[in-house]
């Protein structure tokens, strides 16, 4: 019961105060199970890539962590090839740092910190770890590569389309406001890769 009135709250809270770059949805009905979108920061490699997050929530949450994980491939010291994330947020005490007043959208906000601020000396991958350390060049032009082939959204196709569907200039205003209308009403719709 405490379970399910929190996450409906932190799921309100979600959709009406996101924050900056972070998108969390509960799939289908089920309110344990949400998808999360992180854009990557700007200055990183992982700049204008969109990545997919699983959320699991826990029984016992919020006495115990969600278990997140990454959807999108992400090279990373800290996430491995199944998308497992090593933060302290995420494991119970004395080896991690969960406690029951953090939430999922301090945990995804951590997250996306991790992103940006990589810790080589907590690795999960030690390979791509050693490689941040001591030829940082090489690690940011994998991640950068790993990016654009695995995060970075196709979107060639749906901007011709709108470039056809873009009204004439000389269209009456009438005309114009009944071909935008429906686009205005409909909010776009997410996928989950």
Known sequence: ???ASRLKRELQMLSTEPPPGITCWQTEERIDDLRAQIVGGSG???EGGLFSLEVKIPERYPFEPPKIRFLTPIYHPNIDNSGRICHDALKLPPKGAWKPS????TVLTSIQLLM??????DP????????FKYNKHLFMEKARKWTQQHAVQKNIGVVESNKENTPDQNVSSRKRESI????????PKRTCL
Request: proline share 16%.
């Open 1 to 3: 019961m405490q379970r």
């Open 44 to 46: 990183t490699p992982y």
């Open 102 to 105: 953090l939430n999922v959208s």
């Open 116 to 121: 940006s601020e990589p810790n080589p000396d």
């Open 124 to 131: 999960l991958m030690a390979d791509i770890s050693s490689e």
């Open 180 to 187: 935008s209308a429906p686009l205005e009403e409909e909010p």
